[in-house]
C-alpha cells in the first residue's frame, strides 16, 4: 500500500473559551483520510515558550489570528505537500526550520502548534486506529490521574487571590472514572458552601469557581471544607495541588500577595509555601518562585521534595533543554507538558522524554483559552504520562477532555489500567 502524503492544508480562524480567535488547521491526505488540531492559548505565560502570533490593532482586541491562518494557508501549505503523514518528526522539523525563529514568533507558535497536532490526527487516521493507540505503539497505556480545578485565581480570575488555581488530586482513586466522581464531588459541595456564603460569583477562565475570598489561605481552608463535605477524606482519598505562578506577583525581586497584603522576597515565600504543605494535604506544587529564580526553585524543592511533587511550567515551558538544566541544579521533580509551549508534537515528547531521564513525573497540560480540542487527552493516554491537567469540573472545552478519557478507559473495557497517584 502507497504511503499516504499531505495533499493539502487548511487554516481557519475559530473562536476559544475565552471568545477569542485561534488557529485552527486541517490536514487533507492524497488517501482520503485527514486530520485537525485547535491551538489552545495561555494566559499566564512563560518569557522562554513559542509565541503566539496575534494581528494586533482594535479588531478583536488586537487578538487576532489572520497573519497566523494565512501562514497555515500558505507557507506552510507549501512547505509541508507531498511529506509523508507517519513521520512525524521530519514534519515538525520542517515547520521549525520554515519559521526560522528561536521562539516561532515568524509564523507563529498558534499555526505550527495547530499543524503539528492536525498532523498526528491525520497519522492517526491513516493508520486505522485511535491516536491514543498509535501512540503507544503496542505498549501497555494507563490512564492518567486528573488534576481537577475547584477554585481559579490568579490571571485566570481577575487576581482575586494571588495563587493560579487550587486542584483537588483524587489520591485514593483506583480508575480514572472514580477520580472523576470525587472531583465532581468536590467541586459540587465548594459550589455550596460558596452560595450558602453569599460568596457565589460564577467562574473563572478555567471552569473553577470564582475565588470570593480574604486571603489565600481562606481558599485551601474552603477546599478542605469541600472535600470533607463531599465525604471524603483530606490527603487520605483527595490531595489539593496548588499552581501558585509566582511569576505572576514577582517585581524588582520581591513577591507582592495582594490577598494577605504581604510581600516579600523568596526566602519568605518559600517559608510561606512549606507551611502550607505542613499544614494542607498539599501533594502538588506548581512554578513556587518565578521563572528565571533557579535559587529559589532548587531551594524549596530540597525543602519539600521527597514528599511534594513540584512541578516546572513557566520555569520549564515544555523544553527538553531547560528540564535538564533544572536537574542538575536539583530544581523541579515533575514537568507540566503544554505542546503549544513547546511548539511542535516532536518537541514535546522530547520533553516528556528528558523529564523520565531524571526520573520525574510527568502532567500533560491543557491552557485557560481552550477549545473542543482533545489531543492532549491521548497524549497523556498514549505516552503514559500519569497524570492530566485539564482545569475545572465545568465548561465544555474541559469537559470534552474528561469525557474523552471516559471513552478511552471503555474502550480499554478489562485491560484498562490506571495510573493512580505515583509519588509516596
Request: hydrophobic share 45%; glycine share 12%; aromatic share 6%.
Amino acid at each position: 500500500m502507497a504511503e499516504a502524503r499531505i495533499e493539502r492544508i487548511i487554516g481557519r480562524r475559530v473562536w476559544d473559551s475565552r471568545g477569542r480567535p485561534t488557529v485552527e488547521a486541517e490536514i487533507r491526505l492524497d488517501n482520503g483520510d485527514g486530520g485537525r488540531a485547535i491551538a489552545p492559548a495561555g494566559a499566564s505565560t512563560g518569557k522562554h515558550e513559542a509565541v503566539e502570533l496575534r494581528d494586533g490593532g482594535a479588531e478583536f482586541g488586537g487578538f487576532g489570528v489572520d497573519r497566523a491562518v494565512a501562514h497555515v494557508n500558505s507557507e506552510i501549505a507549501e512547505a509541508l505537500r507531498l511529506m509523508p503523514i507517519a513521520d512525524q518528526g521530519a514534519i515538525d522539523r520542517r515547520l521549525i526550520e520554515l519559521d526560522g525563529a528561536p521562539n516561532k514568533a515568524r509564523l507563529g507558535g498558534n499555526a505550527i502548534i495547530a499543524v503539528s497536532m492536525a498532523a498526528l490526527h491525520a497519522a492517526a487516521a491513516a493508520h486505522g486506529e485511535p491516536l491514543w493507540q498509535m501512540l503507544a505503539e503496542g505498549g501497555q497505556v494507563t490512564l492518567p490521574m486528573p488534576m481537577v480545578q475547584i477554585f481559579g485565581g490568579g490571571a485566570h480570575a481577575g487576581r482575586r487571590v494571588d495563587i493560579q488555581d487550587f486542584l483537588v488530586v483524587p489520591v485514593g482513586a483506583g480508575s480514572l472514572d472514580e477520580a472523576i466522581q470525587m472531583a465532581a464531588r468536590v467541586y459540587r459541595s465548594a459550589g455550596e458552601i460558596m452560595a450558602e456564603r453569599g460568596r457565589l460569583r460564577g467562574v473563572a477562565d478555567e471552569g473553577g469557581w470564582w475565588p470570593e475570598f480574604h486571603s489565600n489561605a481562606e481558599a485551601l481552608d474552603t477546599l478542605v471544607e469541600a472535600i470533607e463535605r463531599a465525604g471524603l477524606l483530606p490527603g487520605e482519598t483527595v490531595g489539593i495541588a496548588i499552581d501558585v505562578a509566582a511569576s505572576q506577583f514577582y517585581r524588582d525581586g520581591r513577591y507582592r500577595l495582594a490577598a494577605d497584603a504581604t510581600e516579600f522576597e523568596t526566602e519568605r515565600l518559600i517559608e510561606l509555601l512549606r507551611g502550607w504543605c505542613r499544614r494542607y494535604p498539599i501533594v502538588s506544587v506548581e512554578d513556587p518562585v518565578a521563572e528565571d529564580d533557579d535559587a529559589g526553585m532548587s531551594s524549596f524543592t530540597v525543602a519539600v521534595g521527597n514528599r511534594t511533587q513540584v512541578i516546572g511550567d513557566d520555569y520549564l515551558v515544555t523544553s527538553a533543554g531547560r528540564i535538564a538544566a533544572a536537574a542538575s541544579r536539583g530544581a523541579c521533580n515533575a514537568v507540566l507538558l503544554k505542546p503549544n509551549q513547546a511548539g511542535t508534537i516532536t518537541e514535546t515528547r522530547a520533553a516528556l522524554d528528558a523529564a523520565r531521564a531524571v526520573g520525574w513525573a510527568t502532567v500533560v497540560s491543557a491552557r485557560s483559552g481552550e477549545t473542543e480540542d482533545v489531543t492532549i487527552v491521548h497524549l497523556a493516554v498514549g505516552w503514559n504520562a500519569g497524570q492530566l491537567k485539564v482545569g475545572s469540573f465545568a465548561r465544555s472545552e474541559r469537559m470534552a477532555k474528561w469525557n474523552e478519557g471516559l471513552r478511552i478507559e471503555a474502550a480499554l473495557g478489562g485491560k484498562a489500567a490506571f495510573a493512580g497517584w505515583r509519588r509516596k
